[in-house]
């Protein structure tokens, strides 16, 4: 019941199901908690010594938050800034907090998003469900002069410098409603004071007018990597050798479709396996009997690589975002010492 509820839901909110107009009581209660509880938490928000600049989303779900996190990080790093990205840790259960992650810290420790940071990215990650003691320890172990939050734009008990706020091109913010008849977190009009707003994809769902910049990324698929191994195959060289399918896709994410489509621009036929966003993965659970090559998102590989086989290859995409972006970004920033 629980899984059909949390499937079943999501798909409302982006149909346009009127069964929802039914939750709205809820809805309102849940917006004006929400507002509350901001105005308890912006009286006691932590100020760090650097600035903060936070990645986040208004809707519910994966909208491409952590690979933004990445490339703003490199780009940061190549302007000579000294980056930490701090982050929930969500999925993960350490036995103490604050967590410095690297790449050999258990994904259980950590969560899934946090170690496949500190995979792609040369800059300290730490996480802690109390993101202002992640920001703490951060200031006074590594010194750097920004912090990037994954995720967090609704943590207001931490004070921020910069806020860019991503939604997913292809689905919008579905019925524009609160929680939970509908997928925001905040209402709509939280556009106006964020930053920037990215766009993952092309926006073929309705967007509100922006009353700030808006930048468009784009993943691009480059390559796929052997779990086993660890190498990586072009993606050119990969079609010569396996065809175009079919293959199985896993995607353990808050928009497996997103996964899956992106599969079908290249062609791909594929047989879909979607889990629930931050699913933990048992031995041999994406092991299937009848030998396909098994494809799945970064996110997931991180899980399942313990129980890698020869057929487990996680998609290595690129992400690309204009000039422009990262210009809006810098100039919202002291230079760096």
């Known amino acids: 019941m629980l899984e059909r509820l949390k499937t079943g ?63 703003l990080a490199r780009y940061l790093q190549e302007q000579g800034r000294r980056v930490v990205i701090v982050s929930r840790g969500y999925g993960g259960q350490s036995a103490s907090y604050p967590l410095e992650v690297d790449s050999a810290t258990p ?107 808006s930048f468009t990324m784009q993943l691009k698929t480059i390559a796929l990597r052997a779990l086993a191994s660890g190498q990586p195959v072009p993606l050119a060289v990969w079609c010569r050798q396996h065809g175009k399918g079919p293959f199985h896709a896993v995607a353990g994410t808050g928009n497996p479709q997103r996964f899956f489509a992106s599969l079908r621009a290249l062609g791909f036929a594929i047989i879909e396996h979607a889990f629930a966003d931050h699913q933990r993965y048992r031995p041999g659970q994406l092991d299937f009997a009848d030998g396909l090559p098994v494809l799945m998102t970064d996110k997931d590989a991180v899980k399942y690589l313990p129980h890698a086989g020869g057929r487990h290859w996680s998609v290595q995409v690129e992400v690309e975002l204009p000039a422009a972006f990262f210009g809006a970004i810098e100039a919202r920033l002291p230079a760096p010492i």
Do not use: M
């Open 107 to 213: 994904v259980e420790d950590c969560g899934d998003e946090a170690l496949l940071l500190a995979l792609q990215v040369a800059c300290p990650v730490v996480v802690d469900p109390v993101r202002s003691r992640a920001v703490l320890y951060a200031e006074t172990r590594h010194l750097p002069d920004v912090i990037l939050c994954d995720d967090g734009l609704q943590h207001y008990a931490l004070a921020r410098d910069v806020e860019i706020a991503v939604v997913d091109g292809s689905r919008g913010f579905g019925n524009g409603r609160l929680l939970p008849a509908g997928p925001l977190r905040e209402g709509l009009e939280r556009l106006a004071e964020v930053d920037c707003l990215v766009v993952n994809g092309t926006a073929t769902a309705p967007l509100p007018p922006s009353p700030v910049p």
């Open 9 to 71: 839901l999501p798909r409302a909110w982006y149909s346009g199901a009127p069964w929802l107009a039914l939750l709205l009581p809820l809805s309102w209660l849940y917006g004006w908690l929400a507002a509350r509880r901001r105005r308890r938490l912006a009286e006691i928000a932590y100020r760090a010594t650097v600035p903060v600049v936070v990645v986040g989303n208004l809707t519910v779900g994966g909208t491409g938050k952590t690979p933004l996190t990445a490339a």
